[in-house]
């Protein structure tokens, strides 16, 4: 059995209406499983399917935050407690080492399992990353600690790696040398064979926290319908044996009237037969624990 672990950005979990644009958004294959929006109404612990609302606050006031929140969910524990407060962005330096050591993908690896992280990466990246003008984020981190290749844009053109907006069109806007348009369902059959030669498989997307903070020229509608289709090719490709994960670090994209985070719960939605690992955790610090009794 192998784990595909889907990290959206910025998702939170809360009850339908009109504040919350995924009442409304056209998601048929999450509907189709769900028999509904993602909404805390279509809560559900059944054999095979599990959708709960899982605390992303780690007990600390403010709103949680990217840096903190992803530690504590790929590596569980609690990153903000320790750091003191919430941390945006990017990991904070003191526990860069300690995501490096205990994250899940380290974990496999040193149990003698075979992780991937799905993401391709540009030279750009890298490039940016050595000039210093961005910082690695926890993902990169945490697959840099378990001693994993970096996909590239030869794994995209393959179909062995997916783009972090699916379709591929922010790369293209980049300029890093051809690169194909993937069709969301397309990439999530990709995504999918991955898990074939994979016991743990890593896929991350920030579209719905830059499509809640207004820094797309999508709309929120428009980013959650490309995820559904990502997704729904997902649970077509996947094999009978497969579990799929899917979390999220804070809340965002759930709420129109808040203006930037939430402290609102945030999914954790598991298909497959692992679900029941899962049936326990309350917050996003126990996401990694289940995921190494899964599997």
Known sequence: ????????????????????????????????????PLTVEQACVQPGLLLKGIDATLDM??????????IALFAGFNAAALHGHHQPHF??????????????????VARGGRATFANAFGSGYWEAVA?????????????????????????????????????GAALRMRDVGPVPY????????????????????????????????????????????????LLGGLLIA?????????SSDHGNVESI???????????????GPGAAAFADVASIIGVADALMSAV
């Open 131 to 167: 000039a210093r003008r961005i910082r690695r984020s926890a993902s990169v981190i945490a697959a840099e600690g378990a001693g994993l290749r970096f996909r590239d844009m030869d794994d995209l053109r393959a179909g062995q790696a997916l783009a972090w907006d699916v379709t």
């Open 1 to 36: 059995m192998s784990i595909i672990f889907v990290f959206l950005d910025g998702v939170g979990l809360a009850p339908a209406g009109p504040d919350n644009p995924l009442t409304d958004a056209k998601m048929p294959a999450l509907h189709a499983l769900l028999g509904g």
């Open 238 to 246: 996947m094999r009978p044996q497969d579990t799929l994960l899917i």
């Open 91 to 108: 990991p904070p330096v003191a526990l860069r080492p300690r995501l490096a050591e205990q994250s899940v993908l380290r974990r496999v």
């Open 61 to 70: 006031p403010g709103l949680p935050q990217s840096g903190t929140g992803q």
């Open 182 to 229: 993937v069709a969301p369902q397309a990439a999530g059959a990709n995504l999918a064979r991955l898990a074939n030669d994979h016991d743990l498989v890593f896929y991350e997307s920030s579209l719905p926290d830059l499509a809640g903070h207004g820094r797309l020229t999508d709309r929120v509608e428009t980013v959650m319908a490309t995820l559904d289709g």
């Open 257 to 271: 009237a808040a203006p930037t985070h939430t402290r609102n719960p945030v999914p954790l939605l598991v298909v």
